[in-house]
């Protein structure tokens, strides 16, 4: 069965960069056969994709933030990142890690998400 | 971007009766529409994939359909534990998008 937990700080100070790590179990992260994305949920709304990247190191973000998301993945410690730059309250949501298969193109394995909030 | 309209953004219901939730997307995406149940203070759960084609061990209570632009999630018969936020995605093209929920409630 495969799990995906996130890790990193509760508390970012506004224009500092808030860096999450999401650690794969059962399940390789250097299949060919997924992406590995982040989103993210303000309290009471909706969801945001925020990008994804492939085991080559490809990475795909949303335009909304992509000057300041970097995505990585770490294939020894079947890890990926997300680092977030220059923060601020807007930022502040429960983040989630998520597997995405490539050929059905959908998010079937979810973390449990990771409250950030942003302090001034 | 492509637009996900979700309707209604909530509906009461009852046990045993029958629910569909609308999405309306802003361009054509093909069958790539995903939903998803959400509870509250967990993560999203995948429920329909491709439209129409249903996540291993969901209840075949769950269904989905598509028309054109638009798709609709159906709950044949609804059950205590179905009572969440369903949120339909895009995944034709990135950035991916969700539409913005519809809470379903018990009446």
């Known amino acids: 069965q495969v799990q995906l937990q996130e890790s990193g700080p509760g508390l970012v100070k506004s224009s500092q960069t808030l860096s999450l790590t999401c650690t794969v179990s059962?399940?390789?992260?250097?299949?060919?056969?997924?992406?590995w994305s982040w989103m993210r949920q303000p309290a009471g709304k909706g969801l945001e994709w925020i990008g994804r990247i492939f085991v080559s190191g490809g990475t795909n973000y949303n335009p909304s933030l992509n000057s300041r998301v970097t995505i990585s993945v770490d294939t020894s410690k079947n890890q990926f990142s997300l680092q977030l730059s220059s923060v601020t309250a807007a930022d502040t949501a429960v983040y989630y890690c998520a597997r995405e298969v490539v050929r059905g193109v959908n998010l079937d394995y979810w973390g449990q998400g990771a409250l950030v909030t942003v302090s001034s | 971007d492509i637009q996900m309209t979700q309707s209604p953004s909530s509906l009461s219901a009852s046990v045993g009766e029958r629910v569909t939730v609308t999405c309306r997307a802003s361009q054509s995406i093909s069958s790539y529409l995903n939903w998803y149940q959400q509870k509250s203070g967990t993560a999203p759960k995948l429920l329909i994939y491709a439209a129409s084609s249903l996540q291993s061990g969901v209840p075949s209570r769950f269904s989905g359909s598509t028309s054109g632009t638009d798709f609709t999630l159906t709950i044949s018969s609804l059950q205590p534990e179905d009572f969440a936020t369903y949120y339909c995605q895009q995944s034709y093209i990135t950035p991916y998008t969700f539409g913005q929920g519809t809470k379903l409630e018990i009446k």
């Open positions: 059962g399940g390789s992260i250097s299949s060919g056969s997924y992406y």
